[in-house]
C-alpha cells in the first residue's frame, strides 16, 4: 500500500490549506486514517485521527478548532482541513493509517500506525 499526501505549500499566517492523501493498493475503509507531523526541532507529533466509518475524529490540543479531518472511502481519500494557521504550523505532514479500531489513547503514538505516506511541506509565514 501506497499513501500519497499533497496540497502542501507557502501560506500567510491566518490562512488555510487542504491537505489531501489518497492511498493505492488498498482501500481505506476499514482503517483509521491519522495525520502526524514533524521538524527538525521536533519528534513527529500526532495532529488528528478520523475512525474508517467517519463516526470519530481526534485532534491535538494544539490544533482543535482550526483543523478539520476528514475522509472519503469512494475515493479513498483522507484531508486535513487547516485554517488559521500560525506559524508554528510549519513542518512536514504525514499521512498513515492503521486497521480497525486502536484504542483512543494510542491513536496519539505514530507506534500505533503502520503505513505512512512521503510527507508534505507546510509553511507558514508570519
Known amino acids: 500500500v501506497q499513501l500519497q499526501a499533497s496540497g502542501g505549500g507557502l501560506v500567510q499566517a491566518g490562512g488555510s490549506l487542504t491537505l489531501s492523501c489518497t492511498a493505492s493498493g488498498r482501500t481505506i475503509s476499514g482503517y483509521t486514517m491519522g495525520w502526524f507531523r514533524q521538524t527538525p526541532e521536533k519528534e513527529r507529533e500526532f495532529v488528528a485521527a478520523?475512525?474508517?466509518?467517519?463516526?470519530?475524529?481526534y485532534y491535538a490540543n494544539s490544533v482543535k478548532g482550526r483543523f478539520s479531518v476528514s475522509r472519503d472511502n469512494a475515493k479513498n481519500t483522507v484531508y486535513l482541513q487547516m485554517n488559521s494557521l500560525k506559524p508554528e504550523d510549519t513542518a512536514v505532514y504525514y499521512c498513515?493509517?492503521?486497521?480497525?479500531?486502536?484504542?483512543?489513547?494510542?491513536?496519539?503514538?505514530?507506534?500505533?500506525?503502520?503505513?505512512w505516506g512521503q510527507g508534505t511541506l507546510v509553511t507558514v509565514s508570519s
Open positions: 478520523i475512525r474508517w466509518n467517519s463516526g470519530s475524529r
Open positions: 498513515t493509517s492503521v486497521p480497525g479500531f486502536p484504542v483512543m489513547s494510542a491513536l496519539y503514538s505514530s507506534q500505533t500506525y503502520d503505513y
